[in-house]
């Protein structure tokens, strides 16, 4: 099955500074690659996503890129702000038909924006 | 949409006892997942459902757990006997089908004391 490494696992950056998030998956059909963003006490949300026929999707201050040959994905973030502050997960998705719906996470980054 | 409704919000329960979780996804999605997650082994994936029909239960943990979804609109969790290791938030997700966003339900606290 497939397998999402993240790292760093936390990340400490002051404001108005990037923080880069990374990602590898294990399984080469993988196709959807989707990021959450769990502020304390809350549901994981998507933040962005990426599919497998693009490089880069951009959001304002938020991006994401994918490699698929190396099967590396990462977030940056520019710009940050103290709201950023949370713990974000990665996820992989393969496309490898039927009813695989299998949305695999990575173990989560903790970003502390300090002000 | 009121989104992915997860009942209950807390859960305190004695060692051994039977514990039911609940959830209610998105109206027309027809993928539902159960997640666990914990400070040490952050989202784990138990379970999940493809229109009703459990697709990977290879994420339950014991015999202790077990899941149902008897119509789209309803599923439970359920484990007995409780153990104090599964204390954890158990969330819940819906999606519309391959390849689209997961949205989560806002998770249950469950504390076995």
């Known amino acids: 099955g497939e397998n999402v490494e993240q790292h760093p696992s936390t990340l400490s950056v002051q404001e108005g500074d990037s923080a880069v998030i990374k990602c590898t998956y294990s399984?080469?059909?993988?196709?959807?690659f989707p990021w959450y963003k769990q502020e304390l006490g809350k549901r994981p949300q998507l933040i962005i996503d990426i599919r497998s026929n693009v490089g880069e999707k951009k959001d304002q201050r938020i991006a994401v890129t994918l490699n698929k040959t190396a099967k590396h994905f990462s977030l940056h973030i520019t710009e940050t702000q103290p709201e950023d502050s949370a713990v974000y997960f990665c996820a992989a998705l393969p496309n490898s038909g039927g009813s695989n719906y299998k949305l695999t996470f990575g173990k989560g980054t903790l970003l502390t924006v300090n002000p | 949409d009121a989104g992915v409704i997860q009942s209950p919000r807390h859960e305190v329960t004695e060692m051994g006892q039977e514990v039911t979780l609940r959830c209610k996804p998105i109206?027309?999605?027809?993928?539902l997942f159960w997640y666990r997650q914990t400070m040490m082994r952050g989202l784990e994936l138990l379970i999940y459902f493809n229109n009703n029909v459990p697709i990977d239960d290879s994420g339950m943990p014991e015999d202790r757990f077990s899941a149902k979804m008897p119509n789209a609109s309803f599923s439970t969790l359920k484990i007995q006997p409780s153990e104090p290791r599964d204390s954890a938030v158990y969330f819940c997700?819906?999606?519309?089908?391959?390849?689209?966003?997961?949205?989560f339900g806002q998770g249950t606290r469950l504390t076995v004391v």
């Open positions: 997700a819906s999606s519309p089908g391959q390849g689209n966003e997961a949205f």
């Open positions: 109206s027309g999605h027809n993928s």
């Open positions: 399984d080469s059909a993988s196709n959807y």
